[in-house]
T-cell receptor, first 111, second 112 residues
Framework: NAGVTQTPKFRVLKTGQSMTLLCAQD?????MYWYRQDPGMGLRLIHY???????AKGEVPDGYNVSRLKKQNFLLGLESAAPSQTSVYFCASSPFRHEQFFGPGTRLTVL | AQSVTQPDIHITVSEGASLELRCNYS??????LFWYVQSPGQGLQLLLKYFSGDTLVQGIKGFEAEFKRSQSSFNLRKPSVHWSDAAEYFC??????????FGKGTKLSVKP
């Protein structure tokens, strides 16, 4: 039982490049979330999903898109990366509202 | 709007000393409250949670927290800190979207 996994662990992009972050969970959870963590800011919600095929915007959605085609996967896309998107990205899943299990994070640097 | 305040950015305690990390929240109804711990370069691990019932909640690693509605607080405590407790601690409240609203964190350093 791997829990929540994230791919890749590290990535460096140039401004304007695109990429997709993959989150996978093997706990059959309905809810999945993407957060970003910046120094002194705590974690802020980007997008979330309450089930397969559904997505919704969180607190800081601009510049990101998501998809949840399969229940176990939640993808976060950056279409045109900007230096302001340099951050650590965490995925989380939840069997019901609120109690969340976190992945190890993806450290993204945009030059 | 829901919010969480952790007044202390950085705390240093001696190994073996007691610890209390402060957390205040803003929420209209009975909140769902959480404490998470993050070691450097790692993800977040749930220490404990409060949904309802007994206001003193026991968690993993010897931590406990007390929900005080009158003070809108959910402070984290440990009677005797170990060097391995050095980490960053986040308090969170359940948000209206099923998400968690986090405080900005308190970094704990432990002196030998």
């Amino acid at each position: 039982n791997a829990g929540v996994t994230q791919t890749p662990k590290f990535r460096v992009l140039k401004t304007g490049q695109s990429m997709t972050l993959l989150c996978a969970q093997d706990m059959n959870h309905e809810y999945m979330y993407w957060y970003r963590q910046d120094p002194g800011m705590g974690l802020r919600l980007i997008h979330y999903s309450v089930g397969e095929g559904t997505t919704a915007k969180g607190e800081v959605p601009d510049g990101y898109n998501v998809s949840r085609l399969k229940k176990q996967n939640f993808l976060l896309g950056l279409e045109s990366a900007a230096p302001s998107q340099t951050s650590v990205y965490f995925c989380a899943s939840s069997p019901f509202r609120h109690e969340q299990f976190f992945g190890p994070g993806t450290r993204l640097t945009v030059l | 709007a829901q919010s969480v305040t952790q007044p202390d950015i950085h705390i240093t305690v001696s190994e073996g000393a007691s610890l209390e990390l402060r957390c205040n929240y803003s929420y209209g109804a009975t909140p769902y409250l959480f404490w998470y711990v993050q070691s450097p370069g790692q993800g977040l691990q749930l220490l404990l949670k409060y949904f309802s019932g007994d206001t003193l909640v026991q968690g993993i690693k010897g931590f406990e927290a007390e929900f005080k509605r009158s003070q809108s607080s959910f402070n984290l405590r440990k009677p005797s800190v170990h060097w391995s407790d050095a980490a960053e601690y986040f308090c969170a409240v359940g948000g209206s979207q099923g998400n968690l609203i986090f405080g900005k964190g308190t970094k704990l350093s432990v002196k030998p």
